[in-house]
């Protein structure tokens, strides 16, 4: 994902950009309209709902990624069948996979996933400390927890608004 911060951000920073990313996702969302969401071909084969649903299950594993490392509870389990636990290891077939198991789901209970797991994540970071954010975790890979978030949060919206923005041109909107 592109969008990594170079430079520490802090806790205040991250919420208001994440506030403010999200702000313009849904005002698009909004433009988009319920009737256009399950359309194909706005990202490849995929529709808006299915990047809802994309964007939803990336921020509802990082939240419950911060959740699980700060009370040291585990993080549940991707509910997924065992035939496919190492396809979550592949960026590509994770998302293959997060497609596959979202494409039948009904609009409005993808597009309610979408607002829990975003206030999930703020909960998440509000729930963070500045010594939290610098530090490194287990599931960060070695790198610190203010890095990852962007990624899964405003920055990911960033990736994906202009692909929507772009077809929503094509349809005359």
Same mark, same amino acid.
């Given at each position: 994902? #592109?969008?990594?911060?170079? #430079?520490?951000?802090?806790? =205040?920073?991250?919420?208001?950009?994440?506030? +403010?990313? &999200?702000?313009?996702?849904?005002?698009?969302?909004? &433009?988009?309209?319920?009737?256009?969401?399950?359309?194909? $071909?706005?990202?490849? +084969?995929?529709? !808006?709902?299915?990047?809802?649903? /994309?964007? *939803? *299950?990336?921020?509802?594993?990082? *939240?419950?990624?911060?959740?699980? *490392?700060?009370?040291?509870?585990? =993080?549940?389990?991707?509910?997924?069948?065992?035939?496919?636990?190492?396809?979550?290891? +592949?960026?590509?077939?994770?998302?293959? &996979?997060?497609?596959?198991?979202? &494409?039948? !789901?009904?609009?409005?209970?993808?597009?309610?996933? $979408? #607002?829990? =797991? /975003?206030?999930?994540?703020?909960?998440?970071?509000?729930?963070? #400390?500045?010594?939290?954010?610098?530090? =490194?975790?287990?599931?960060?890979? $070695?790198?610190?927890?203010?890095?990852?978030?962007?990624?899964?949060?405003?920055?990911?919206?960033?990736? /994906?608004?202009?692909?929507?923005?772009?077809?929503?041109?094509?349809?005359?909107?």
């Amino acid at each position: 994902m #592109s969008g990594r911060p170079d #430079s520490y951000i802090s806790k =205040a920073e991250l919420l208001e950009k994440m506030q +403010d990313e &999200r702000a313009r996702w849904d005002e698009l969302l909004e &433009r988009v309209g319920e009737e256009r969401m399950g359309l194909p $071909g706005v990202d490849g +084969d995929w529709s !808006v709902k299915d990047l809802i649903a /994309h964007v *939803a *299950a990336y921020e509802q594993w990082t *939240a419950e990624q911060i959740k699980a *490392a700060l009370t040291g509870e585990p =993080a549940p389990p991707i509910n997924d069948d065992p035939e496919h636990e190492e396809d979550w290891l +592949d960026v590509n077939k994770r998302n293959a &996979r997060i497609y596959l198991l979202n &494409r039948d !789901v009904p609009l409005d209970e993808i597009r309610a996933r $979408g #607002s829990r =797991a /975003h206030e999930q994540m703020v909960e998440a970071v509000e729930m963070l #400390s500045e010594e939290d954010l610098a530090g =490194a975790q287990e599931w960060t890979f $070695g790198e610190p927890v203010w890095k990852l978030i962007p990624e899964q949060t405003y920055t990911h919206y960033r990736d /994906h608004i202009p692909v929507i923005e772009e077809w929503l041109g094509k349809q005359g909107c």
